[in-house]
């Protein structure tokens, strides 16, 4: 089963950006699926992005046009460029990885924007 770790979150300004990256213990190209979500606090986990093989692309209408996934399998890495980040964008944005009937999450990345 493959280990997910989150980095890249942080505290930014409203209209700003961030990268958030998910590193993976092993080969990532031929997943079913990768993804983000989001959770806020009192709020369940909502779905952000998502990659499923080959490597079609959905996004949430949400974050349409402002948020971009992308994928480095040399690294077996998963990123989400994030733009023009709104306050309701607050959340633990979490990595999930799924291939067959194996699935898992990572620990999650704090993501903060605020003036």
């Known amino acids: 089963q493959v280990q997910l770790v989150e980095s890249g979150g942080g505290l930014v300004q409203p209209g700003g950006s961030l990268l958030l990256s998910c590193a993976a213990s092993g080969t990532i190209f031929n997943a079913d699926l990768m993804a983000w979500y989001r959770q806020a606090p009192g709020k369940q986990r909502d779905f952000v992005a998502m990659?499923?093989?080959?490597?079609?692309?959905t996004y949430a209408e949400s974050v349409k046009g402002r948020f971009t996934l992308s994928r480095d399998n040399a690294i077996n890495t998963l990123f989400l460029q994030m733009n023009s980040l709104k306050p309701e964008d607050t959340a633990v944005y979490y990595c999930?990885?799924?291939?067959?009937?194996?699935?898992?999450w990572g620990q999650g990345t704090q993501v903060t924007v605020s003036s």
């Open positions: 990659m499923s093989y080959p490597g079609f692309t």
């Open positions: 999930y990885w799924k291939k067959n009937a194996n699935e898992n």
